[in-house]
């Protein structure tokens, strides 16, 4: 079963840098999209970035410019590197492939003071 381990997050100030990692047990890491996911309290899960297999890369309007994810296949790992944090960036932040699979992580928590 494929398993996912956030981690990275914690507390900064508004404007700071955070860089978040997941690491993606199981073969074939190179033959999916992966996907940086974040829920914030009362919220649903929202999709923030996407990377394919070829390092195209797609962003939720409210982090473009800000957010840049990558994948490192011979570490079976995505990063997110977080710039310019705000305070509506809190949430716990997870990873996931396309087709999504149910066996979520425990997300790692991003908290932004302001």
């Known amino acids: 079963q494929v398993q996912f381990v956030e981690s990275g997050g914690g507390l900064v100030q508004s404007g700071g840098s955070l860089r978040l990692s997941c690491t993606v047990s199981?073969?074939?890491?190179?033959?999916?999209?992966m996907v940086w996911y974040r829920q914030a309290p009362g919220k649903q899960r929202e999709s923030v970035a996407f990377?394919?297999?070829?390092?195209?890369?797609t962003y939720a309007d409210s982090v473009k410019g800000r957010f840049t994810i990558s994948r490192d296949n011979a570490k079976n790992t995505v990063y997110l590197q977080m710039n310019s944090l705000k305070p509506e960036d809190t949430a716990v932040y997870y990873c996931?492939?396309?087709?999504?699979?149910?066996?979520w992580g425990q997300g790692t928590q991003v908290t932004v003071s302001s």
């Open positions: 996931n492939r396309l087709p999504t699979v149910n066996s």
């Open positions: 199981g073969r074939s890491f190179s033959a999916y999209v």
């Open positions: 990377i394919t297999l070829g390092d195209t890369t």
